[in-house]
């Protein structure tokens, strides 16, 4: 089975730009998370997804926006990046508040 | 402030040496998970901990959940240059969607 695959891997875009970065869940997955990690430090809760429904969103400003496709891969977009937007994003898929599995990541480089 | 406080956050030993790590809250987490994350990667489960008190090994790994559910702890027996990563431990927040973590703990060990 395959696991969370993340698309792309690496990117680097420029302040102003937007940018999508995409998800694939375990199959079976109905949840798909987001989070934000910056170097040496632990991942940051962005938006947590349940059957395409918004069920959590974390601290991040509106720049941020997520959606879940019926099936269930997910899309993250950032509008309007910052060179703070820098970090590895990562998606994790679950079966709903249960042990969450993790993609390896894009790392976006914001210049 | 951080819900999840990890301690230490960042640890040093030499190969063979014994090593604990800690994750403490003021709040009540219905289960916790250990995860390892290698630079560039995305973190890797290594365990859910769900019932006050438990106790799961895991090779050299040793993982105890408090008795209340408020703090988890991760020892690993003689250490290997292998074990090098960032330890995180992580809850989800109550039934909002959220998976919190703690800010890590960067664990090098030296041959």
């Known amino acids: 089975d395959a696991g969370v695959t993340q698309s792309p891997t690496h990117l680097i875009k420029t302040r102003g730009q937007h940018v999508t970065l995409r998800c694939s869940p375990i199959?079976?997955?109905?949840?798909v998370s987001w989070y934000q990690q910056v170097l040496g430090q632990g991942p940051q809760f962005i938006f947590q997804?349940?059957?395409?429904?918004?069920?959590g969103r974390g601290n991040f400003p509106d720049r941020f926006s997520a959606r879940q496709f019926p099936n269930y891969s997910s899309e993250l977009n950032v509008n309007a990046l910052l060179l703070g937007d820098s970090a590895l994003y990562l998606c994790?898929?679950?079966?709903?508040?249960?042990?969450?599995?993790f993609g390896q990541g894009t790392r976006l480089t914001v210049v | 402030t951080q819900l999840l406080e990890q301690s230490p956050q960042f640890l040093s030993i030499q190969e063979g040496e014994n090593l604990t790590v800690y994750c403490n809250s003021s709040?009540?987490?219905?289960?916790l998970q250990w995860y390892r994350q290698e630079p560039g990667e995305g973190p890797v489960l290594l365990v859910t901990?769900?019932?006050?008190?438990e106790v799961k090994k895991l090779k050299r790994l040793t993982f105890q959940f408090g008795d209340a559910r408020k703090d988890s702890s991760l020892h690993i027996t003689a250490a290997q240059p292998g074990d090098t990563g960032l330890y995180l431990c992580?809850?989800?927040?109550?039934?909002?969607?959220?998976?919190?973590f703690g800010q890590g703990t960067t664990l090098q060990v030296k041959p």
């Open positions: 199959s079976g997955h109905k949840s």
């Open positions: 997804y349940y059957e395409k429904e918004e069920r």
């Open positions: 901990v769900v019932t006050g008190g």
């Open positions: 709040s009540v987490f219905s289960s």
């Open positions: 992580a809850g989800w927040l109550g039934n909002t969607g959220k998976l919190i």
């Open positions: 994790a898929s679950s079966l709903e508040n249960t042990e969450a599995f």
